[in-house]
Nanobody
Framework: QVQLVESGGGLVQAGGSLRLSCAAS????????MGWFRQAPGKEREFVAA???????YYADSTKGRSTISRDNAKNTVDLQMNSLNPEDTAVYYC????????????????WGQGTQVTVSS
């Protein structure tokens, strides 16, 4: 079992950037397919980006071109860089991991963090 902890959220003005980080204790994230999702108030949790164990990446249309998912193996983290943020990006952002599969569905991942709040002001 892997325990995930997100960090890097906060309040940012529209047009700004944030870098979210997902860390794990006791396990190397290189062994897992990883994903980032987000959930805005009153909405379903939605896919943002994913990275496979072989570093293939996959993005939601809503964030493609504005976000980059990457691994930092030295720090054992998976990061999500988000640029050109707008108020519609306001949500709790979650990282997720799975040892066997990956994709853009919640059911693709077995392990989830507690989330980090991102608020974009207009």
């Amino acid at each position: 079992q892997v325990q995930l902890v997100e960090s890097g959220g906060g309040l940012v003005q529209a047009g700004g950037s944030l870098r979210l980080s997902c860390a794990a204790s006791g396990r190397t994230l290189r062994s897992y397919h990883m994903g980032w999702f987000r959930q805005a108030p009153g909405k379903e949790r939605e896919f943002v980006a994913a990275i496979s164990r072989t570093d293939t990446t996959y993005y939601a249309d809503s964030t493609k071109g504005r976000s980059t998912i990457s691994r930092d193996n030295a720090k054992n983290t998976v990061d999500l860089q988000m640029n050109s943020l707008n108020p519609e990006d306001t949500a709790v952002y979650y990282c997720a991991a799975d040892a066997t599969g990956w994709g853009g569905r919640r059911s693709d991942y077995d392990y989830w963090g507690q989330g980090t709040q991102v608020t974009v002001s207009s």
